[in-house]
């Protein structure tokens, strides 16, 4: 079956440094990875989306990437700030248009 | 940036009654809306495809006649929890694609629903 799993429930990281959070998946050949932000109590808000041929997407401090032979995005947060505490999500997309989602990783920028 | 509402933002029923949870894209048009629920400390389960005038398309274990969606026009789809039981208790929230495009999600605030 498909598993999209994200790296360990919760990552701390001092203020300032590159924040580098993982997604990996098996039983899945996505055209499209998606990630997103969620605070607590709310929907989730949309980042970046990365197309299968693209192997890096910018988006002023954040950076992904996406590596289809590795079936691996890494999300990266540079100059962290304390604001970017949050829960960041993978999804990818599924065959019938819709987005399955990781597990979550939860993020704490340390001030 | 495209905005989806939710109605109610939270609600808390008796066990086997029936609850209506309304999501709303109030800037553009959808197609097609997509129904989560979440867990606490848990990610976003897919429960089903809403789609405008058709049948929704649900998930693998998601008992459709117990979620009934209904997507009667193109801004809005309404899922309800009927006879609703204490396992029913999560966060529900919807999604919309603006422009019917697939590519890019916007949620709604989510419905916190607790059965007691």
């Known amino acids: 079956s498909q598993k999209i799993e994200q790296n360990s429930e919760a990552l701390n990281i001092q203020e300032g440094k590159t924040a580098t959070l993982t997604c990996n998946y098996t039983n899945y050949s996505p055209a499209y990875l998606q990630w997103y932000r969620q605070d607590p109590g709310r929907g989730p808000v949309f980042l970046l989306l990365?197309?299968?041929?693209?192997k890096e997407k910018r988006k002023e401090r954040l950076k992904v990437t996406f590596d289809t032979t590795l079936k691996q995005s890494l999300f990266h947060i540079t100059a962290s700030q304390p604001a970017d505490s949050a829960t960041y999500l993978c999804a990818l997309e599924g065959t019938g248009n819709q987005f399955y989602f990781g597990t979550g990783t939860s993020l704490t920028v340390i001030p | 940036g495209a905005v989806v509402s939710q109605h109610p933002s939270w609600v808390i029923c008796k066990s086997g009654t029936s609850v209506k949870i309304e999501c709303r894209s109030l800037?553009?048009?959808?197609?097609?809306m997509f129904w989560y629920r979440q867990f606490p400390k848990q990610s976003l389960m897919l429960m089903a495809t809403s789609n405008e005038g058709s049948k929704a398309t649900y998930e693998q274990g998601v008992e459709k006649d117990k979620f009934l969606i209904n997507h009667a026009s193109l801004t809005l789809s309404t899922l309800t929890v009927t006879s609703a039981h204490p396992e029913d208790s999560s966060f529900y929230i919807c999604?919309?694609?603006?422009?019917?495009?697939?590519?890019?999600?916007?949620f709604g605030p989510g419905t916190r629903l607790t059965v007691t």
């Open positions: 990365i197309r299968e041929n693209e």
């Open positions: 800037d553009f048009q959808a197609t097609t």
């Open positions: 999604s919309a694609p603006p422009g019917g495009s697939i590519y890019e999600q916007y």
